[in-house]
């Protein structure tokens, strides 16, 4: 079975920075593309960055660019989403998905196209 395990939320000041872990097994890691995406309460889910495991090709929302980076260890089957300079208004819960990276380029900021989705983890960033 497929498992993505969301990791690493609490709480912290503005201006501070937190790093969440995205764990996944039961797919061939290294073959496919995570994302994380975001939901603040009322507002819909929003896709703030992605990593293709097969090429190394990441992309970021413009909201979090510049302080916000993913990578990934394929030997842990583990994606990072490191978080610097956090707002308030970076409070939400976060999430991490997975499908396979075909003309994901373009189209990664949908979540109707993340074929599985890991539990979340709730980021709270106080002023």
């Known amino acids: 079975d497929v498992q993505l395990q969301a990791s690493g939320g609490g709480l912290v000041q503005a201006g501070g920075s937190l790093r969440l872990s995205c764990a996944a097994s039961?797919?061939?890691?290294?073959?496919?593309?995570i994302g994380w995406f975001r939901q603040a309460p009322g507002k819909e889910r929003e896709g703030i960055s992605y990593?293709?495991?097969?090429?190394?090709?990441?992309d970021y929302a413009d909201s979090v660019k510049g302080r916000f980076t993913i990578s990934s260890d394929n030997a842990k089957n583990t994606v990072y989403l490191q978080m610097n300079s956090l707002k308030p208004e970076d409070t939400a819960v976060y999430y991490c998905?997975?499908?396979?990276?075909?003309?994901?380029?373009?189209?990664?900021?949908?979540?109707?196209?993340?074929?599985?989705w890991g539990q979340g983890t709730l980021v709270t960033v106080s002023s």
């Open positions: 039961g797919f061939t890691f290294d073959r496919y593309a």
């Open positions: 990593i293709s495991n097969s090429d190394g090709s990441t």
């Open positions: 998905a997975a499908r396979y990276p075909s003309a994901i380029k373009w189209v990664w900021r949908l979540p109707s196209i993340w074929d599985y």
